[in-house]
């Protein structure tokens, strides 16, 4: 049913958006986040994020010089 799918993608990009928000913080490692999520482990994460936004935590947070 379309309003199930609807609703599944608000879910997924309110997680999307939550994770970003935990990747700016140049202090938490990825396995925090993993932690702070609920992903089971930091695959999980990558291959959550990678899918809704076309790249890695990692390389997210180059785009937003955090890391080098």
């Known amino acids: 049913d379309s309003s199930t799918s609807r609703g599944l993608g608000d879910v997924y990009k309110r997680q999307v958006l939550e994770v ?3 990747l700016r913080d140049a202090n938490l ?13 930091q695959s ?3 291959r959550f994020f990678r899918r809704h936004t076309g790249m890695s935590p990692t390389e997210y ?3 937003i010089h955090i890391i080098r």
């Not at 396995?31 to 992903?39: E, H, N």
Request: positive net charge.
């Open 20 to 22: 970003k928000a935990l």
């Open 29 to 41: 490692d990825i396995k925090d986040i993993v932690r702070q999520t609920g992903f089971s482990n």
């Open 61 to 63: 947070r180059r785009t």
């Open 44 to 46: 999980s994460l990558s």
